[in-house]
């Protein structure tokens, strides 16, 4: 059964940073793409950040590029998103995903499994 757990949510000042975890289990980890997604109150579900397979290749949504650093440690079998010069509109739950083949993608509907996600709330 895969399981993704998130984990480095909580409250931090703007203009704070913060490292968000998501540990894999029940699959081989190397062979496939992440995502982070994000969802504040009354809004949709929205793409952050995405990682190929092996860490090669990544993609932001424009709203945190620059600030945020998505990586992966296969060895691990973890993903993490390095959040800095965190803004008030950053608060939101945050997810990582899975999906079943090695390439990234920014589409919610591309993936396949999901974490129980981690809350974020930056206060101003």
């Known amino acids: 059964q895969v399981q993704l757990v998130e984990s480095g949510g909580g409250l931090v000042q703007a203009g704070g940073s913060r490292r968000l975890s998501c540990a894999l289990s029940?699959?081989?980890?190397?062979?496939?793409?992440m995502g982070w997604f994000r969802q504040a109150p009354g809004k949709e579900r929205e793409f952050v950040a995405t990682?190929?397979?092996?860490?090669?290749?990544?993609l932001y949504a424009d709203s945190v590029k620059g600030r945020f650093t998505i990586s992966r440690d296969n060895g691990r079998n973890m993903v993490y998103l390095q959040m800095s010069s965190l803004k008030p509109e950053d608060t939101a739950v945050y997810y990582c995903?899975?999906?079943?083949?090695?390439?990234?993608?920014?589409?919610?509907?591309?993936?396949?499994?999901w974490g129980q996600g981690t809350q974020v709330t930056v206060s101003s």
């Open positions: 995903a899975t999906r079943l083949v090695g390439a990234y993608d920014s589409r919610p509907d591309a993936y396949d499994y």
């Open positions: 029940g699959r081989t980890f190397s062979s496939y793409g």
């Open positions: 990682i190929n397979w092996n860490g090669a290749m990544t």
